[in-house]
């Protein structure tokens, strides 16, 4: 006897994706202030630890300050998402991580929380709108424009 095969349900979207873009909007925006915050206080720390050194100068805070950053976020982002329902977090998680530093360089040069806060959140939250198929060629749009911009703050 063999039993039926069915095929798999169709993977529904949820009616408003709003709720869940603005979460992961917040989470971009907290995440990117307390980066550069710690990275700002980490820097500042090993330049006072280094002042009295002429040559090449690292302490523990300038060396652990990128891997902290990016585990703390990765495991933020990763417990958000899933709260959230944001799927696939695979592809969502990783360009978000990866390809934050350039916004967030670009928004440094400016010295203003806000600036960051905000920036953190568009790129997080657009990148989190690409999760459902209705809106990933407008999120991705947002994305590289706001990767361009960057890029022309940050060469321009």
Partial sequence: ??????????????????PRVLGAAVTGAVLATG????????GQRSDRLCRTTDTLCFTG??????????????TVLLVVYKRLGIRPRLAVVPPTLVLAPIPLAATDTTAVWWAVALVGGAWSSSFALAAWSRYQIPALAASAVLLLASLVVLYG
């Fill in 61 to 74: 805070w300038n060396l652990t300050a990128l891997p902290l950053v990016f585990t703390v976020s990765l």
């Fill in 1 to 18: 006897m063999t039993t039926p095969r069915t095929e798999p349900e169709p993977r529904t979207e949820p009616r408003s994706v709003l």
């Fill in 35 to 42: 980066a550069r915050a710690y990275l700002s206080w980490a």
